[in-house]
């Protein structure tokens, strides 16, 4: 609502901005692509599939106490491919709204928050699709302790927020950035502890994966859904949460600080 005298205050711009990019990017996501909700459902199915099959060969369940592996591999999938969004996602954002930086209202950090919001949106779609089709074929996906599920799911996003905020300034700035991030998808998804558990590996390796805040973020969503689950050792809250808040500030401040650079982009 515009103030008495008829002009519209700072927030109610800024509102009105991401509300024109949300729906431009929902439409463009869902509707543009008349296979784009398959492909939103598909890829983390198949994903799934694949590593149940390769479980079969691996006997990776043996290792994980408190939970099943099909579900606690469902899980992993689904954290992992929101940060892995928000990260890579963010990258394109700027380009893909270029003609709209024309206008004064709109600046380099509204795309990119609007489109991981779209993201984050349409991922929680998929996570609930997953915990009703498995109540369907009778596996286990709802979480035994739905608060904490939550607090996970919520700091996995904003860890990818973040991360995308930092990569949508150094992938548009240097596109070479862009390339080296978009190889970095395969290794993470190893190290992360999403696949294969990480009580696999030797101690002496995991004290260097256990760096990667991924993990510890991806643990506390499977004790969320897993209240017996026992989680590796070494994970830590308090570690993740710095990170997080850690990517949140730096991307803000190379958005501040590089803004008339990514317009002139």
């Known amino acids: 609502m515009a103030s008495s005298t008829g002009i519209r205050t700072p927030w109610q711009v800024t509102r ?3 509300f024109a990019l949300f729906m431009r990017e929902a439409v463009s996501r869902t ?4 296979f784009g909700w398959f492909w939103m459902l598909f890829e983390p199915i198949a994903f799934t599939l694949i590593m149940v099959a390769i479980r079969t060969f691996i006997r990776g369940d043996r290792f994980i106490v408190g939970a099943d592996f099909v579900p606690w591999l469902i899980v992993g999938l689904l954290g992992f491919f929101l940060v892995r969004s928000g990260m890579m996602e963010a990258m394109g954002a700027i380009q893909a709204n270029k003609a709209l930086l024309a206008y004064r209202q709109v600046t380099p950090v509204d795309p990119v928050l609007v489109r991981n919001a779209v993201d984050t949106l349409l991922r929680t779609v998929v996570l609930g699709v997953f915990v009703a089709g498995g109540l369907l074929i009778d596996i ?8 904490l599920a939550a607090f996970g799911w919520l700091g996995l996003w904003l860890l990818g927020l973040g991360a995308g905020l930092i990569t949508s300034v150094a992938g548009t700035l240097i596109p070479e950035v862009a390339r080296i ?3 970095l998808n395969l290794p993470l998804l190893i190290i992360s502890g999403v696949i294969f558990p990480l009580q696999v590996m030797p101690r002496s390796l995991l004290e260097w994966l256990l760096y990667n805040p991924i993990p510890h973020g991806l643990e506390y969503l499977r004790l969320g859904f897993f209240e017996s689950y026992q989680m ?5 809250l308090l570690y993740f949460w710095l990170f997080v808040l850690g990517f949140l500030a730096l991307g803000l401040v190379l958005h501040i600080r ?3 650079e990514l317009q002139a982009r």
């Open 232 to 236: 590796v050792d070494g994970i830590s």
């Open 31 to 34: 509707m543009a692509d008349r």
């Open 16 to 18: 009105s901005v991401w």
């Open 181 to 183: 991030i978009r190889m």
């Open 258 to 260: 590089y803004a008339a």
């Open 140 to 147: 286990d996906l709802f979480p035994d302790q739905f608060y």
